[in-house]
């Protein structure tokens, strides 16, 4: 069962076990932080003692073509890897997912390329996306390119797959 914690109420010992997780599961250096560029709004995590299983989602506007829209989006996806293949990850996208729907966000968007996204609805689109770079939590370049990993799960909306999409900011 999905535990949901408002990012507000990360104990130190959550934030230390999520960065353990995120250090364990990825190449990527997240600089012992338990988010990848910036904090997210909520996290999901599956505990049996430590977490072994954990995403977040952040709730923010974004503009496709000329309209102002309201998503949320998936990050920092991670299970131990002694974990994996028990379906931990599943069980968190799907609440991921009602709390999505529960929620004003038209779309859930994702970057990433995992069969586990699309399974559960997720496809890719090839929209041109506007972001802002960061690495190592420092702000880089403004970015324009087709988007080479995102992901999108209409919830009270058609995407439009020809519109540039401005994340107005970072990617998740």
């Known amino acids: ?4 914690i408002p990012e507000w ?44 299983a954990h995403m977040a989602v952040q709730f923010r506007a974004m503009r496709l073509g000329d309209r102002l829209i309201t998503v949320a989006g998936l990050g920092d996806v991670a299970t131990d890897p002694a974990a994996r293949g028990r379906g931990l990850a599943g069980a968190l996208l799907a609440e991921a997912i009602a709390l999505a729907k529960a929620s004003p966000a038209e779309f859930f968007l994702l970057f990433g390329d995992r069969p586990l996204y699309a399974a559960a609805g997720f496809r890719p689109m090839r929209n041109t996306i506007l972001w802002c770079e960061m690495r190592g939590a420092v702000t880089g370049q403004i970015m324009r390119e087709p988007a080479e990993s995102l992901m999108v799960l209409p919830l009270k909306g058609s995407w439009d797959e020809t519109a540039q999409l401005d994340l107005l900011g970072n990617l998740f």
């Open 9 to 52: 109420a990360l104990t130190p010992a959550d934030e230390a076990q999520i960065a353990g997780l995120l250090a364990r599961s990825f190449d990527t250096d997240f600089g012992g932080r338990s988010f990848f560029q910036t904090r997210q709004h909520l996290r999901l995590v599956h505990r049996e003692g430590p977490i072994l």
């Open 1 to 4: 069962m999905a535990e949901i």
